[in-house]
């Protein structure tokens, strides 16, 4: 009996302890980006793109873990991590995804030709994407519903989300030097393919996510709570960051409309339902009803 309530006891403090964390770690972010990119001028420390890149990722991990619960959040983040770094193995390789590119050193150690960091850099904007898309389609963060055509129109609104955002930092990564695209390209010298192949593998994760959900069926909590919504305002912070970024250039433009329209509607979704949450039932005399 005593094993069991120091059990309780422990999972109870973590049940506490992880929102805190995971908030911390997108405050991180949130902080790094602020550093690098919107006040460089101000000579605060830098975390670095590694860092940063963690940081946003323990959190998106963490919140879908807390969610979606362990298990389901876990294959999120894996099956994420294996499909597209499978994709863009394929891409290095044969330049069929997203067109001819390769990775330099700057993104650190590899695994074949795609930097470990990569897989980890998608499924931080992946999992904030799909509660956005979730929002404006289902009008939840944690949707129950698992038809198939609700989970394929998940699915291609979420793909979208999540490649607005590619759309706003490809130019830029690119000519930082983090890649390099062969040929260039008409898109600020991303080539069009690019978008293509991005929508193709998120469409593949977002799938594989509704497949998990369905087979699953976990007990889905909607919380109306502030940590609830933080990966839908994470999407609009990193928005937010490309918008005041003094070295996006026109990516700043691009990232008002892209990523701000669907930040915005998610949120103004959020707002709604919130308040259909709050509102006291109607009592049947009011009807008129006997």
């Not at 999540?162 to 983090?178: E, F, H, L, S």
């Not at 898109?187 to 690019?194: D, L």
Request: hydrophobic share 50%; aromatic share 16%.
């Amino acid at each position: 009996m005593l094993e069991q309530s120091q059990r309780r006891q422990t999972i109870s403090r973590m049940k506490h302890t992880l929102p805190s964390i995971a908030t911390f770690c997108l405050a991180a972010y949130v902080y790094g980006e602020f550093a690098a990119h919107v006040y460089p001028f101000v000579l605060l420390p830098h975390l670095g793109i590694h860092l940063r890149v963690m940081a946003l990722t323990l959190f998106a991990v963490l919140h879908a873990g807390r969610n979606f619960g362990w298990r389901l959040g876990l294959l999120m983040f894996f099956g994420t991590a294996l499909i597209t770094w499978s994709f863009e193995q394929v891409g290095v390789v044969t330049g069929i995804v997203y067109g001819a590119y390769h990775y330099s050193g700057m993104l650190g150690p590899k695994l074949g030709a795609v930097p470990l960091l990569i897989p980890l850099a998608w499924f931080m904007m992946i999992y904030p994407s799909y509660t956005v898309a979730s929002l404006i389609v289902d009008g939840e963060l944690f949707p129950q519903e698992t038809g198939i055509k609700r989970l394929a129109t998940r699915a291609i609104v979420a793909a979208i989300v999540m490649t607005a955002w590619d759309a706003v930092i490809d130019p830029g990564m690119t000519r930082a030097g983090y890649w390099i695209w062969e040929n260039g390209g008409r898109y600020f010298g991303v080539p069009r393919q690019n978008f293509a192949g991005w929508l193709v593998t998120t469409f593949t994760v977002y799938i594989v996510f509704g497949a998990l959900h369905r087979w699953f069926k976990p007990a889905l909590r909607q919380s109306r709570d502030w940590f609830a919504f933080l990966p839908a305002l994470a999407y609009a912070i990193v928005a937010l960051v490309q918008v005041g970024s003094q070295e996006a250039g026109p990516s700043s433009v691009i990232a008002f409309f892209a990523m701000g329209f669907p930040a915005l509607l998610a949120f103004i979704r959020w707002t709604q339902d919130s308040y259909r949450a709050e509102e006291p039932p109607i009592a049947s005399a009011e009807l008129g009803w006997k």
